[in-house]
T-cell receptor, first 114, second 114 residues
Framework: DVKVTQSSRYLVKRTGEKVFLECVQD?????MFWYRQDPGLGLRLIYF???????EKGDIPEGYSVSREKKERFSLILESASTNQTSMYLC?????????????FGPGTRLTVT | AQSVTQPDIHITVSEGASLELRCNYS??????LFWYVQSPGQGLQLLLK??????LVQGIKGFEAEFKRSQSSFNLRKPSVHWSDAAEYFC????????????FGSGTRLQVQP
């Protein structure tokens, strides 16, 4: 059974803190994605990676960075958390180079920045 | 750039009634189209997808969707809704040119009345 896991389901951080969100997949997928989900806005792509150490900006990369040192792990970093980054964060992975393959999602991390 | 519009933010149907959720996309060539479902507190699960061939696609849980190129639509249907179908539904579009990541709509929340 395919699996994408995220390090925390709920996280509360203070403004200005550095925040790490971890995502691990066990399917040997090349592609991994970080989305942010907000009510009325759907899912918006923050960053994605198509190979180890490779990354591309999505639609809303400002205030975020990513790291992919190993194929199975993709980390999202908030360098200095702000209240407008309070949101649900979803990680996904996908095999292959073609966009019609299924993306598998993790359960999400609900981040609150106070 | 590709985009997706889900015009209905919230829909309420009675259990046993039929359902149609609307999705319109914008993309220059033939897109890949997806419907995902998110149950409360869960990640996203793929219901069905279209990438070629028959324009009427069958998915899991009794759902189907029809790709209509002339209307740039990919509406999701179910003939008889069950209480367990209450969830949020997302339409997404992808392509093998340019950015190979999905673009999601803003979602439609389905409520099922007994």
């Amino acid at each position: 059974d395919v699996k994408v896991t995220q390090s925390s389901r709920y996280l509360v951080k203070r403004t200005g803190e550095k925040v790490f969100l971890e995502c691990v997949q066990d399917m040997d997928h090349e592609n991994m994605f970080w989305y942010r989900q907000d009510p009325g806005l759907g899912l918006r792509l923050i960053y994605f990676s198509y190979d180890v150490k490779m990354k591309e900006k999505g639609d809303i990369p400002e205030g975020y960075s990513v790291s992919r040192e190993k194929k199975e792990r993709f980390s999202l970093i908030l360098e200095s958390a702000s209240t407008n980054q309070t949101s649900m964060y979803l990680c996904a992975s996908r095999t292959g180079g073609q966009a019609h393959y299924e993306q598998y999602f993790g359960p999400g991390t609900r981040l609150t920045v106070t | 750039a590709q985009s997706v519009t889900q015009p209905d933010i919230h829909i309420t149907v009675s259990e046993g009634a039929s359902l149609e959720l609307r999705c319109n996309y914008s993309y220059g060539a033939t897109p890949y189209l997806f419907w995902y479902v998110q149950s409360p507190g869960q990640g996203l699960q793929l219901l069905l997808k279209y990438f070629s061939g028959d324009t009427l696609v069958q998915g899991i849980k009794g759902f189907e969707a029809e790709f209509k190129r002339s209307q740039s639509s990919f509406n999701l249907r179910k003939p008889s809704v069950h209480w367990s179908d209450a969830a949020e539904y997302f339409c997404a579009v992808g392509a093998d040119t340019g950015r190979r990541a999905l673009t999601f709509g803003s979602g439609t929340r389905l409520q099922v009345q007994p």
